[in-house]
């Protein structure tokens, strides 16, 4: 199989939803005289002293990504400037189906060359991100998508977004062929299995799989821990810093040092505010952290602490007249495992209205590390109508963590292992292994919605099912 194949054609095939034919083929608008232009490009940029071409979601202007505000059209000319096809989702974005970015669901691919139309409208204030919907995405075809509050523009407050992601000069397509791929060939190259899975002997359980890739690196904003972005800032300042785990395959704690915040949002949406120097976040999640900086003229390293092992990434934030210490890109712990700690403390500030589940569904996430099978298996297939209030309990069965991902809608976290509470809004939650979680979803966006692992490699594995409306 062609290598541009292999990119598209696998997660197109794991998205095989069953649609009704009308709605394969949306119309999603004419082009506007006032729309925005973002195209699809191929770029270079330097990993480890070496050149890496990589994609990029670029406006005119050369700048990275979107901003817009709460309340604005979303009104965008999205052009593949390409020789692959693709497509872009607009993680954390509840926009009508028909501008949802999964392969033939509904949409197809954007060709090379093509250039495609959005309009709707941008909806609520939230840290957000767009990327491929195919293993595109592993080789940086992704971007910030920020959604301003009006009511912050008295804020004496400066803003620092920071993308993270997992890099590696193979191919995606290498990359799950060796996930894929029989122990017993070079293929097996780019997995990790230095002691993370399998059977504990200590203890006769079976042990947690932590991560199955050994990348090259690990980036922030593009760019490692030897030559890191620097963000000038006020001595004394506030910052709100914006964190999207833009990794394909990889978890991360966000380590503020000495400073302390307050996380007053996960995945775009408001919470009330938790104070913390550490924060998890697993792929596809994102923080909102408010500082305010010591009235000192010292730098402050905000770094993100892989799962499990020593890697790290992360940014400086300098203060006028501050130096700036070279920081390692091995740290001397592992990060930590992630788990459901933080998860149940979160609080939303505004929580679904309180009433009873009309519908509810059982889903289980299995999966065979070993053979790489991931999959979702349910008790029936989710289908609501409009207006439904829906819960999916997930209950975890495999022995790897798995990041859950609703398109078009938000969700709020109602149990843990059973355990009920009111906790917060989100798009993308964390169900450990051997663990449950129940959301709660207000069945409000018709559509046939991508419901899947935030895993890269996972969803392309076969991890990844439906919240189907009639229609």
């Known amino acids: 199989m062609k290598r541009r194949k292999l990119l598209t054609g696998l997660l197109a095939g794991s998205a095989a939803l069953a649609l009704p034919s009308a709605?394969?083929?949306?119309?999603?608008?004419?082009?506007?005289?006032?729309?925005?232009?973002?195209?699809?490009?191929?770029?270079?940029?330097?990993?480890n002293g070496k050149s890496a071409d990589v994609f990029g979601l670029q406006q005119a202007d050369g700048s990275m990504g979107f901003r817009f505000r709460a309340g604005d059209l979303f009104d965008v000319l999205l052009g593949n400037e390409t020789d692959e096809s693709t497509i872009i989702h607009w993680h954390g974005l509840t926009p009508p189906w028909p501008n949802d970015g999964v392969p033939d669901a509904p949409s197809p691919l954007i060709a090379a060359g093509e250039k495609r139309t959005y309009a709707f409208p941008i909806g609520k204030a939230g840290t957000h991100w767009m990327h491929a919907h195919t293993l595109q995405e592993q080789a940086l075809l992704a971007a910030p998508l920020i959604v301003a509050n009006p009511d912050d523009d008295g804020r004496d407050e400066q803003e620092v977004v920071v993308l993270l992601h997992d890099f590696s000069f193979k191919t995606p397509g290498e990359l799950l062929a060796g996930l894929t791929g029989s122990p017993a060939t070079d293929a097996m190259a780019g997995a990790d299995h230095s002691g993370h899975g399998g059977m504990d002997m200590s203890s006769g359980t079976m042990a947690m799989d932590l991560n199955d890739i050994e990348y090259d690196a690990y980036l922030a904003n593009d760019r490692t821990l030897d030559d890191p972005e620097v963000v000038d800032v006020e001595r004394g300042g506030r910052v709100r810093v914006r964190i999207i785990n833009g990794a394909t395959a990889t978890a991360f704690t966000i380590d503020f040092g000495e400073l302390e915040g307050d996380l007053i949002a996960v995945d775009g949406e408001d919470i009330v505010p938790v104070k913390g120097s550490r924060f998890p976040m697993t792929m596809g999640q994102r923080i909102d952290v408010r500082l305010t900086l010591p009235a000192e003229s010292r730098s402050f390293p905000i770094l993100a602490m892989r799962e499990g092992a020593l890697q790290r990434t992360g940014i400086i934030l300098k203060p006028s007249g501050a130096e700036v210490a070279r920081i390692a890109a091995l740290g001397e712990q592992g990060g930590p495992v992630l788990d459901l700690e933080l998860e149940s403390q979160l609080?939303?500030?505004?929580?679904?209205?309180?009433?009873a589940a009309g519908k509810s569904y059982e889903m289980v996430l299995n999966g065979d590390m070993a053979a790489y099978k991931w999959g979702l298996t349910?008790?029936?297939?989710?289908?609501?109508?409009?207006?439904?209030?829906v819960e999916v309990k997930m209950a975890n069965m495999s022995m790897m963590a798995h990041p859950m991902h609703l398109h078009g809608h938000h969700f709020q976290v109602v149990a843990i292992d059973g355990q009920r509470f009111a906790g917060a809004m989100r798009d993308t939650v964390?169900?450990?292994?051997?663990?449950?979680?129940?959301?709660?979803?207000?069945?409000?966006?018709?559509?046939?919605?991508?419901?899947?692992?935030?895993?890269?490699?996972?969803?392309?594995?076969?991890?990844?099912?439906?919240?189907?409306y009639r229609t």
């Open 23 to 47: 709605l394969i083929r949306p119309t999603l608008g004419a082009q506007s005289p006032a729309a925005k232009s973002l195209s699809i490009v191929r770029r270079s940029i330097e990993v």
């Open 378 to 389: 349910l008790n029936e297939p989710i289908l609501v109508d409009q207006g439904d209030r």
């Open 430 to 468: 964390l169900i450990p292994p051997m663990r449950s979680v129940t959301i709660a979803i207000d069945a409000d966006n018709p559509g046939q919605w991508a419901f899947h692992c935030h895993h890269l490699y996972h969803m392309a594995a076969g991890m990844m099912s439906t919240f189907g």
């Open 347 to 355: 609080r939303a500030a505004m929580p679904l209205a309180q009433r």
